[in-house]
């Protein structure tokens, strides 16, 4: 018995707290769905769970029945917890080195120097190195109290392009940048305006945001950023290639178990050595969906890629799709 509106991950709380921390999806009338899936009466539903799976703060949004909400807040406080000894044992070595004292006018001091919210929360992020703890040498003492340091008003730099371009490489080192057999010495990504494959003539350009992005030198845009960019532009070429590689697209939906991406990825550019074009993940709830987009030379070895991706454990489909 659930009330209206429970999910997937009520229904695991409800068979066993130890289910329903491990739950990272479920099937539910033989279809795999996100552990928010809300149940209906008649559902038939199958929970899958992972060893590696733990409950976090997201769940609480997920869940309607009291038991749930109680086993996932314990779990989370019990684990914060004992994170936290470790930032627990790094503080005090830090104070024991400086002479002062770990007590509660210090901790109370450096939680609203750090501005959290309590001494847990404190010593819980200096455990997962979110505070490195490097501001204490700026604090005095006065015995063995913390004396915060008096705030200090920065002035910001402005960063020109010319800037920019100047740290991101040489005009020594630009000349020398190829692709193709060494792609994967260089983070570049590939304009969309004009899908350039290996082959074409193409120059790099050094982007603000998105690194080092190649164009065709017939691409549509290609006489306004050489116009209007000229210092922004990477003289490039592609590498001496045996074969013509072909552009082509996956799409992979599985659980979102932990490692799953490395697989996929380790499978596609370590074993089979496809160069990897570019590669989107996006997770919710316990199911990732994932594009990638790759260079292979011919449907013989999209099709055992495609084999290999739907034999790992986790993926509930992988279907190809033609890049534009």
């Given at each position: 018995m659930l009330p209206i509106g429970a999910s997937a991950l009520d229904f695991a709380f409800g068979v066993h707290t130890a289910v329903g921390s491990k739950c990272i999806g479920a099937k539910v009338n033989h279809k795999l769905v996100p552990i928010s899936h809300k149940l209906r009466s008649g559902d038939q539903i199958e929970i899958i769970t992972s060893?590696?799976?733990?409950?976090?703060i997201e769940w609480l949004n997920f869940v309607v029945t009291s038991k749930a909400k109680s086993k996932i807040k314990?779990?989370?406080?019990?684990?914060?917890?004992?994170?936290?000894?470790?930032?627990?044992?790094?503080?005090?070595?830090?104070?024991?080195?400086?002479?002062?004292?770990?007590?509660q006018?210090?901790?109370?001091?450096?939680?609203?120097?750090?501005?959290?919210?309590?001494?847990?929360?404190?010593?819980?992020?200096?455990?997962?190195?979110?505070?490195?703890?490097?501001?204490?040498?700026?604090?005095?003492l006065h015995g063995d109290k913390l004396v915060p340091p008096k705030p200090v008003?920065?002035?910001?730099?402005?960063?020109?392009?010319?800037d920019f371009h100047a740290k991101t490489y040489s005009k020594k080192d630009a000349e020398l940048i190829i692709f193709g057999e060494s792609s994967d010495k260089i983070q570049y990504t590939?304009?969309?305006?004009?899908?350039?494959?290996?082959?074409?003539?193409?120059?790099?350009?050094?982007?603000?945001?998105?690194?080092?992005?190649?164009?065709?030198?017939?691409c549509p845009n290609a006489t306004r950023l050489l116009a209007n960019y000229g210092h922004r532009v990477v003289k490039t070429k592609w590498a001496k290639n045996k074969e013509i590689s072909f552009l082509t697209g996956l799409k992979i939906i599985g659980l979102d178990d932990v490692g799953v991406i490395?697989?996929?990825t380790n499978l596609i550019s370590g074993e089979l050595k496809f160069n990897i074009s570019a590669m989107t993940i996006e997770a919710k709830e316990g199911i990732f969906e994932g594009n990638v987009k790759i260079f292979v030379h011919d449907k013989e070895e999209l099709d055992e890629l495609v084999d290999r991706l739907n034999a790992m454990s986790g993926i509930e489909r992988v279907d190809r799709y033609d890049t534009e």
């Open positions: 060893a590696k799976q733990k409950p976090n314990d779990t989370l406080k019990e684990e914060k917890r004992h994170i936290a000894e470790e930032g627990k044992y790094t503080l005090q070595r830090k104070l024991d080195g400086m002479g002062a004292a770990m007590n006018h210090n901790m109370e001091e450096l939680t609203a120097f750090y501005k959290v919210h309590s001494s847990l929360d404190l010593l819980y992020e200096i455990a997962i190195k979110k505070i490195d703890l490097k501001e204490l040498k700026e604090f005095t008003k920065h002035v910001a730099e402005e960063k020109t392009d010319k590939l304009a969309n305006c004009c899908k350039p494959i290996p082959g074409d003539d193409v120059f790099g350009f050094v982007t603000t945001g998105e690194g080092l992005k190649i164009h065709r030198t017939n490395h697989k996929i």
